[in-house]
Protein backbone atom coordinates (compact mmCIF):
# COMPACT_ATOMS: atom_id res chain seq x y z
CA UNK A 1 0.00 0.00 0.00
CA UNK A 2 2.74 2.41 0.83
CA UNK A 3 5.91 3.24 -1.25
CA UNK A 4 7.56 4.19 1.57
CA UNK A 5 9.39 0.56 1.51
CA UNK A 6 11.74 0.87 -1.20
CA UNK A 7 14.56 2.38 0.07
CA UNK A 8 16.20 6.36 -0.63
CA UNK A 9 19.33 6.68 -2.97
CA UNK A 10 21.47 9.61 -1.61
CA UNK A 11 24.24 11.34 -3.02
CA UNK A 12 26.87 12.51 -0.69
CA UNK A 13 29.34 15.08 -1.79
CA UNK A 14 32.13 17.69 -0.44
CA UNK A 15 34.57 20.51 -0.78
CA UNK A 16 37.99 18.16 -0.80
CA UNK A 17 38.74 19.25 2.91
CA UNK A 18 35.25 18.95 4.01
CA UNK A 19 35.70 15.99 6.08
CA UNK A 20 32.88 13.86 3.93
CA UNK A 21 34.84 10.68 4.92
CA UNK A 22 34.81 10.95 8.88
CA UNK A 23 31.27 12.02 8.67
CA UNK A 24 30.14 9.31 6.52
CA UNK A 25 31.94 6.69 8.83
CA UNK A 26 30.05 8.13 11.73
CA UNK A 27 26.59 7.51 10.08
CA UNK A 28 27.56 4.06 8.97
CA UNK A 29 28.79 3.13 12.14
CA UNK A 30 25.72 4.90 13.70
CA UNK A 31 23.13 4.07 11.75
CA UNK A 32 23.36 -0.18 10.47
CA UNK A 33 20.26 0.83 8.09
CA UNK A 34 22.23 2.37 5.41
CA UNK A 35 24.06 0.77 2.88
CA UNK A 36 26.94 2.08 0.84
CA UNK A 37 27.37 1.85 -2.98
CA UNK A 38 29.82 -0.40 -4.79
CA UNK A 39 31.35 1.14 -7.72
CA UNK A 40 32.53 -0.58 -10.97
CA UNK A 41 35.92 0.12 -12.25
CA UNK A 42 38.37 -0.81 -15.06
CA UNK A 43 41.82 -0.30 -13.20
CA UNK A 44 43.78 -3.45 -11.71
CA UNK A 45 42.92 -4.59 -8.71
CA UNK A 46 45.65 -3.73 -5.66
CA UNK A 47 46.78 -5.99 -2.93
CA UNK A 48 43.88 -6.79 -0.91
CA UNK A 49 41.27 -5.22 -2.46
CA UNK A 50 38.02 -7.92 -2.77
CA UNK A 51 35.63 -8.16 -5.51
CA UNK A 52 32.10 -6.64 -4.78
CA UNK A 53 33.37 -5.43 -1.75
CA UNK A 54 36.15 -2.63 -2.68
CA UNK A 55 35.09 -2.58 -6.38
CA UNK A 56 33.53 -4.16 -8.83
CA UNK A 57 36.33 -5.22 -11.54
CA UNK A 58 35.76 -4.93 -15.06
CA UNK A 59 37.98 -4.77 -17.83
CA UNK A 60 37.92 -1.52 -20.07
CA UNK A 61 35.76 -3.44 -22.85
CA UNK A 62 33.22 -4.98 -20.64
CA UNK A 63 33.40 -1.12 -18.93
CA UNK A 64 32.23 0.02 -22.23
CA UNK A 65 30.09 -2.29 -23.07
CA UNK A 66 27.87 -1.09 -19.62
CA UNK A 67 28.35 2.21 -20.65
CA UNK A 68 26.48 1.59 -23.59
CA UNK A 69 23.77 -0.78 -22.42
CA UNK A 70 23.41 2.73 -20.39
CA UNK A 71 23.69 0.22 -17.13
CA UNK A 72 25.49 3.53 -15.40
CA UNK A 73 23.73 5.62 -12.95
CA UNK A 74 27.26 7.67 -13.36
CA UNK A 75 30.95 7.22 -14.60
CA UNK A 76 33.56 9.22 -15.34
CA UNK A 77 37.10 8.37 -16.59
CA UNK A 78 40.28 9.40 -14.44
CA UNK A 79 43.86 9.26 -15.28
CA UNK A 80 43.01 6.22 -18.22
CA UNK A 81 40.74 4.39 -15.52
CA UNK A 82 36.79 4.36 -15.60
CA UNK A 83 34.94 4.53 -12.56
CA UNK A 84 31.13 3.99 -12.17
CA UNK A 85 28.11 2.99 -10.34
CA UNK A 86 26.51 0.19 -11.96
CA UNK A 87 22.35 1.26 -11.53
CA UNK A 88 21.70 -2.54 -11.10
CA UNK A 89 23.23 -2.77 -8.30
CA UNK A 90 21.87 0.33 -6.24
CA UNK A 91 18.22 -0.44 -7.71
CA UNK A 92 18.27 -3.88 -5.93
CA UNK A 93 19.57 -3.02 -2.44
CA UNK A 94 16.57 0.78 -2.52
CA UNK A 95 13.97 -3.10 -3.55
CA UNK A 96 15.02 -4.79 -0.52
CA UNK A 97 14.23 -1.55 1.52
CA UNK A 98 17.55 -0.29 2.17
CA UNK A 99 18.23 3.34 2.40
CA UNK A 100 21.42 3.53 -0.33
CA UNK A 101 24.14 6.11 -0.32
CA UNK A 102 26.61 7.06 -2.63
CA UNK A 103 30.20 8.79 -1.99
CA UNK A 104 30.32 10.98 -5.33
CA UNK A 105 32.03 13.68 -6.47
CA UNK A 106 29.85 16.82 -7.67
CA UNK A 107 30.04 15.78 -11.66
CA UNK A 108 29.03 12.69 -10.65
CA UNK A 109 26.01 13.78 -8.50
CA UNK A 110 24.56 15.20 -11.17
CA UNK A 111 24.22 12.76 -13.50
CA UNK A 112 22.49 10.54 -11.07
CA UNK A 113 20.00 13.39 -10.08
CA UNK A 114 19.04 13.49 -13.65
CA UNK A 115 18.60 9.41 -14.21
CA UNK A 116 16.74 9.03 -11.02
CA UNK A 117 15.06 12.56 -10.21
CA UNK A 118 13.94 11.37 -6.48
CA UNK A 119 18.13 10.77 -5.69
CA UNK A 120 18.33 13.20 -2.59
CA UNK A 121 21.59 15.04 -3.26
CA UNK A 122 23.78 16.54 0.06
CA UNK A 123 26.79 18.09 -0.04
CA UNK A 124 28.99 18.97 2.77
CA UNK A 125 30.70 21.98 3.82
CA UNK A 126 33.25 23.46 6.63
CA UNK A 127 31.29 26.39 8.08
CA UNK A 128 33.51 28.77 6.03
CA UNK A 129 36.21 29.27 3.58
CA UNK A 130 38.68 30.20 5.70
CA UNK A 131 38.43 26.78 7.80
CA UNK A 132 38.22 24.72 4.48
CA UNK A 133 41.76 26.53 4.01
CA UNK A 134 43.22 25.25 7.40
CA UNK A 135 41.83 21.98 7.37
CA UNK A 136 43.90 21.32 3.88
CA UNK A 137 46.70 23.09 5.01
CA UNK A 138 46.36 20.97 8.95
CA UNK A 139 46.44 17.75 6.94
CA UNK A 140 50.29 18.41 6.17
CA UNK A 141 50.37 16.08 3.11
CA UNK A 142 50.24 18.45 -0.10
CA UNK A 143 51.81 21.21 -1.40
CA UNK A 144 50.55 24.91 -1.73
CA UNK A 145 49.95 24.44 -5.00
CA UNK A 146 47.79 21.46 -4.80
CA UNK A 147 46.03 23.11 -1.78
CA UNK A 148 45.52 26.08 -3.92
CA UNK A 149 44.11 24.21 -7.07
CA UNK A 150 41.66 22.43 -4.44
CA UNK A 151 40.49 25.86 -3.33
CA UNK A 152 39.94 26.82 -7.18
CA UNK A 153 38.13 23.92 -7.62
CA UNK A 154 36.02 24.33 -4.57
CA UNK A 155 35.46 27.66 -5.76
CA UNK A 156 33.82 26.12 -8.71
CA UNK A 157 31.94 23.94 -7.20
CA UNK A 158 30.26 26.42 -4.61
CA UNK A 159 28.63 28.27 -7.89
CA UNK A 160 26.98 24.99 -8.99
CA UNK A 161 25.36 24.14 -5.56
CA UNK A 162 21.59 24.59 -6.54
CA UNK A 163 22.16 21.29 -8.21
CA UNK A 164 21.37 20.37 -4.91
CA UNK A 165 19.38 19.55 -2.52
CA UNK A 166 20.71 19.79 1.06
CA UNK A 167 23.74 21.77 2.29
CA UNK A 168 24.87 20.47 5.76
CA UNK A 169 27.93 22.38 7.63
CA UNK A 170 30.18 20.12 8.59
CA UNK A 171 31.34 22.14 12.54
CA UNK A 172 31.12 18.26 14.39
CA UNK A 173 31.01 15.40 12.82
CA UNK A 174 29.03 13.69 15.14
CA UNK A 175 25.90 16.85 14.75
CA UNK A 176 27.07 16.60 10.68
CA UNK A 177 26.09 12.65 10.89
CA UNK A 178 22.94 13.23 12.10
CA UNK A 179 21.86 15.72 10.40
CA UNK A 180 22.08 13.79 6.53
CA UNK A 181 20.40 10.72 8.81
CA UNK A 182 17.69 13.18 9.53
CA UNK A 183 17.13 14.45 6.30
CA UNK A 184 17.22 10.90 4.84
CA UNK A 185 14.32 10.22 7.46
CA UNK A 186 12.34 13.19 5.95
CA UNK A 187 13.03 12.09 2.39
CA UNK A 188 10.95 8.94 3.41
CA UNK A 189 8.07 11.09 3.50
CA UNK A 190 8.42 13.65 0.26
CA UNK A 191 5.72 13.16 -2.34
CA UNK A 192 8.18 12.12 -4.72
CA UNK A 193 9.11 8.96 -2.52
CA UNK A 194 5.58 8.25 -1.63
CA UNK A 195 3.96 8.40 -5.12
CA UNK A 196 2.66 4.47 -4.53
CA UNK A 197 0.75 5.46 -1.38
CA UNK A 198 -0.61 8.77 -2.91
CA UNK A 199 -1.85 6.39 -6.31
CA UNK A 200 -3.04 4.11 -3.61
CA UNK A 201 -5.39 6.56 -1.42
CA UNK A 202 -6.62 8.42 -4.72
CA UNK A 203 -7.97 4.91 -5.83
CA UNK A 204 -9.21 4.16 -2.85
CA UNK A 205 -10.80 7.28 -2.13
CA UNK A 206 -12.10 7.16 -5.98
CA UNK A 207 -13.53 3.77 -5.65
CA UNK A 208 -15.13 3.61 -2.03
CA UNK A 209 -18.37 2.15 -1.63
CA UNK A 210 -20.26 4.91 0.37
CA UNK B 1 26.92 34.19 7.85
CA UNK B 2 24.23 31.14 7.21
CA UNK B 3 20.99 31.94 6.32
CA UNK B 4 20.06 29.20 9.40
CA UNK B 5 19.27 31.68 11.32
CA UNK B 6 16.07 32.43 9.69
CA UNK B 7 12.85 30.68 10.85
CA UNK B 8 11.58 27.93 8.34
CA UNK B 9 7.52 28.39 7.04
CA UNK B 10 5.32 24.92 7.05
CA UNK B 11 2.10 24.50 5.83
CA UNK B 12 0.62 21.30 7.21
CA UNK B 13 -3.01 20.51 5.59
CA UNK B 14 -4.55 17.16 5.74
CA UNK B 15 -8.38 15.58 5.25
CA UNK B 16 -11.13 16.24 7.55
CA UNK B 17 -10.46 13.52 10.00
CA UNK B 18 -7.04 13.31 8.88
CA UNK B 19 -6.53 14.30 12.77
CA UNK B 20 -4.51 16.95 11.94
CA UNK B 21 -5.78 19.10 15.12
CA UNK B 22 -4.62 16.96 17.64
CA UNK B 23 -1.34 16.24 15.68
CA UNK B 24 -0.95 19.70 15.38
CA UNK B 25 -1.57 19.84 19.03
CA UNK B 26 1.45 17.87 20.16
CA UNK B 27 4.00 19.08 17.53
CA UNK B 28 3.27 22.55 19.44
CA UNK B 29 3.08 20.94 23.11
CA UNK B 30 6.39 18.94 22.20
CA UNK B 31 8.66 21.83 20.48
CA UNK B 32 7.82 25.24 21.89
CA UNK B 33 10.00 26.84 19.10
CA UNK B 34 7.44 26.41 16.83
CA UNK B 35 4.87 29.48 16.48
CA UNK B 36 1.40 29.30 14.88
CA UNK B 37 0.32 31.73 12.41
CA UNK B 38 -2.68 33.67 13.29
CA UNK B 39 -4.97 34.64 10.88
CA UNK B 40 -6.77 37.93 9.96
CA UNK B 41 -11.20 37.55 9.46
CA UNK B 42 -14.02 39.73 8.83
CA UNK B 43 -16.19 38.28 10.67
CA UNK B 44 -17.40 39.51 14.25
CA UNK B 45 -15.76 38.18 17.13
CA UNK B 46 -17.32 35.79 19.67
CA UNK B 47 -17.29 35.69 22.91
CA UNK B 48 -13.89 34.87 24.37
CA UNK B 49 -12.04 35.61 21.40
CA UNK B 50 -8.97 37.77 21.71
CA UNK B 51 -7.82 40.19 19.19
CA UNK B 52 -4.00 39.01 17.85
CA UNK B 53 -4.62 35.21 19.07
CA UNK B 54 -7.60 33.68 17.96
CA UNK B 55 -7.71 35.87 14.94
CA UNK B 56 -6.63 39.63 13.76
CA UNK B 57 -10.27 41.50 13.54
CA UNK B 58 -10.66 43.42 10.31
CA UNK B 59 -13.83 45.27 8.98
CA UNK B 60 -14.49 43.90 5.22
CA UNK B 61 -13.05 47.63 3.79
CA UNK B 62 -10.07 46.98 5.63
CA UNK B 63 -9.99 43.20 4.56
CA UNK B 64 -10.23 44.13 0.72
CA UNK B 65 -7.83 47.23 1.42
CA UNK B 66 -5.18 44.77 2.53
CA UNK B 67 -6.12 42.08 -0.32
CA UNK B 68 -5.60 45.06 -2.61
CA UNK B 69 -2.30 45.44 -1.12
CA UNK B 70 -1.36 42.24 -1.44
CA UNK B 71 -0.35 41.75 1.91
CA UNK B 72 -2.04 38.30 2.29
CA UNK B 73 -0.10 35.11 2.05
CA UNK B 74 -3.22 33.92 1.36
CA UNK B 75 -6.92 34.47 1.48
CA UNK B 76 -10.38 32.83 0.72
CA UNK B 77 -13.95 33.98 1.44
CA UNK B 78 -16.36 31.41 3.36
CA UNK B 79 -19.91 31.72 3.39
CA UNK B 80 -19.56 35.59 3.16
CA UNK B 81 -16.65 35.90 5.81
CA UNK B 82 -13.11 36.61 4.45
CA UNK B 83 -10.08 34.39 5.99
CA UNK B 84 -6.35 35.26 4.98
CA UNK B 85 -2.59 34.95 6.45
CA UNK B 86 -1.17 38.46 6.82
CA UNK B 87 2.08 38.14 5.31
CA UNK B 88 4.11 40.74 7.58
CA UNK B 89 2.88 38.82 10.60
CA UNK B 90 4.49 35.45 9.84
CA UNK B 91 7.52 37.55 7.77
CA UNK B 92 8.33 39.01 11.27
CA UNK B 93 8.42 35.80 12.97
CA UNK B 94 10.56 34.17 10.39
CA UNK B 95 13.10 37.19 11.06
CA UNK B 96 13.49 36.31 14.13
CA UNK B 97 13.98 33.10 14.14
CA UNK B 98 10.68 31.06 14.53
CA UNK B 99 9.68 28.53 12.44
CA UNK B 100 6.02 29.52 11.94
CA UNK B 101 3.19 26.54 10.98
CA UNK B 102 0.25 27.58 9.14
CA UNK B 103 -2.55 24.95 9.16
CA UNK B 104 -4.62 25.97 6.06
CA UNK B 105 -6.22 24.28 3.38
CA UNK B 106 -5.31 22.89 -0.10
CA UNK B 107 -6.57 25.89 -2.20
CA UNK B 108 -4.77 28.53 0.06
CA UNK B 109 -1.33 26.04 0.78
CA UNK B 110 -1.04 26.20 -3.21
CA UNK B 111 -1.24 30.04 -2.69
CA UNK B 112 1.36 30.23 -0.44
CA UNK B 113 3.98 28.01 -2.50
CA UNK B 114 3.39 30.64 -5.14
CA UNK B 115 3.93 33.54 -2.76
CA UNK B 116 6.99 32.01 -1.20
CA UNK B 117 8.16 28.78 -2.68
CA UNK B 118 10.37 28.34 -0.15
CA UNK B 119 7.50 27.41 2.16
CA UNK B 120 7.55 23.51 3.13
CA UNK B 121 4.07 21.54 2.05
CA UNK B 122 2.60 18.76 4.28
CA UNK B 123 -0.04 17.03 4.27
CA UNK B 124 -1.33 15.18 6.79
CA UNK B 125 -3.59 11.25 5.80
CA UNK B 126 -4.80 8.84 7.69
CA UNK B 127 -3.82 5.19 6.17
CA UNK B 128 -5.94 4.60 3.81
CA UNK B 129 -9.53 5.60 2.35
CA UNK B 130 -11.37 3.18 5.12
CA UNK B 131 -9.52 4.44 8.17
CA UNK B 132 -10.54 7.92 6.92
CA UNK B 133 -14.55 6.97 6.46
CA UNK B 134 -14.20 5.01 9.92
CA UNK B 135 -12.67 8.14 11.34
CA UNK B 136 -15.59 10.44 10.27
CA UNK B 137 -18.11 7.99 10.76
CA UNK B 138 -16.68 7.51 13.88
CA UNK B 139 -17.03 11.13 15.49
CA UNK B 140 -20.96 10.20 15.34
CA UNK B 141 -21.59 13.93 14.91
CA UNK B 142 -22.10 14.23 11.34
CA UNK B 143 -24.71 12.85 8.93
CA UNK B 144 -24.05 10.27 6.27
CA UNK B 145 -24.72 12.83 3.63
CA UNK B 146 -21.72 15.03 4.98
CA UNK B 147 -19.86 12.87 5.55
CA UNK B 148 -19.97 11.33 2.01
CA UNK B 149 -19.34 14.83 0.84
CA UNK B 150 -15.98 15.01 2.90
CA UNK B 151 -15.42 11.62 1.23
CA UNK B 152 -15.93 13.38 -2.15
CA UNK B 153 -13.61 16.35 -1.21
CA UNK B 154 -10.76 14.00 -0.05
CA UNK B 155 -10.75 12.28 -3.40
CA UNK B 156 -10.59 15.46 -5.19
CA UNK B 157 -7.61 16.44 -2.35
CA UNK B 158 -5.90 13.00 -3.05
CA UNK B 159 -5.45 13.84 -6.88
CA UNK B 160 -3.86 17.35 -6.21
CA UNK B 161 -0.94 16.27 -3.58
CA UNK B 162 1.78 16.69 -6.13
CA UNK B 163 1.72 20.16 -5.37
CA UNK B 164 2.62 19.44 -1.86
CA UNK B 165 6.24 18.43 -0.62
CA UNK B 166 5.62 15.71 1.90
CA UNK B 167 2.65 13.47 2.58
CA UNK B 168 2.49 12.18 6.40
CA UNK B 169 0.70 9.39 7.75
CA UNK B 170 -1.40 9.90 10.79
CA UNK B 171 -1.18 6.19 12.25
CA UNK B 172 -0.07 7.51 15.87
CA UNK B 173 -0.32 10.87 17.01
CA UNK B 174 3.21 10.96 18.75
CA UNK B 175 5.13 9.59 15.40
CA UNK B 176 3.68 11.39 12.76
CA UNK B 177 4.17 14.96 15.29
CA UNK B 178 7.95 13.77 15.36
CA UNK B 179 7.52 12.91 11.65
CA UNK B 180 6.67 16.43 10.94
CA UNK B 181 9.13 18.00 13.22
CA UNK B 182 12.18 16.41 11.69
CA UNK B 183 10.71 17.36 8.28
CA UNK B 184 11.29 21.32 9.48
CA UNK B 185 14.46 20.17 11.16
CA UNK B 186 15.99 18.94 7.59
CA UNK B 187 14.25 21.86 6.06
CA UNK B 188 17.01 23.76 7.67
CA UNK B 189 19.31 22.64 5.21
CA UNK B 190 17.73 22.36 2.18
CA UNK B 191 19.43 24.68 -0.45
CA UNK B 192 16.56 26.79 -1.41
CA UNK B 193 16.45 28.06 2.64
CA UNK B 194 20.61 27.88 2.67
CA UNK B 195 20.98 30.25 0.02
CA UNK B 196 22.70 32.96 2.08
CA UNK B 197 25.00 30.31 3.13
CA UNK B 198 25.44 29.43 -0.42
CA UNK B 199 26.06 32.81 -1.75
CA UNK B 200 28.66 33.81 1.45
CA UNK B 201 30.87 30.54 0.54
CA UNK B 202 30.81 30.95 -3.04
CA UNK B 203 32.00 34.70 -2.41
CA UNK B 204 34.77 33.65 0.32
CA UNK B 205 36.25 30.82 -1.73
CA UNK B 206 36.00 33.74 -4.75
CA UNK B 207 38.25 36.31 -2.59
CA UNK B 208 40.45 33.78 -0.71
CA UNK B 209 44.35 35.03 -0.73
CA UNK B 210 45.89 32.23 -0.95
Known amino acids: MSGAD ?6 VSGFAGSGKGTVMK ?4 DHAEYALSVS ?5 PREGEKEG ?3 FFKTRDEFEEMIRKDEFLEYAEYVGNYYG ?5 VYRMMDEG ?3 ILEIELQGAMQVKKKYPEAVLVFLTPPDANTLYARLKGRG ?3 DEVIAKRMRRAAEEASLLDGYDYIVVNDEVDLCAERIHGIIKAAHHSVKHEKALID ?10 L
Open 85 to 89: TPADF
Open 200 to 209: SLTEELRDIN
Open 98 to 100: KDV
Open 40 to 44: ATSRA
Open 26 to 29: KLIQ
Open 141 to 143: TET
Open 6 to 11: RGILTV
Open 53 to 55: VSY
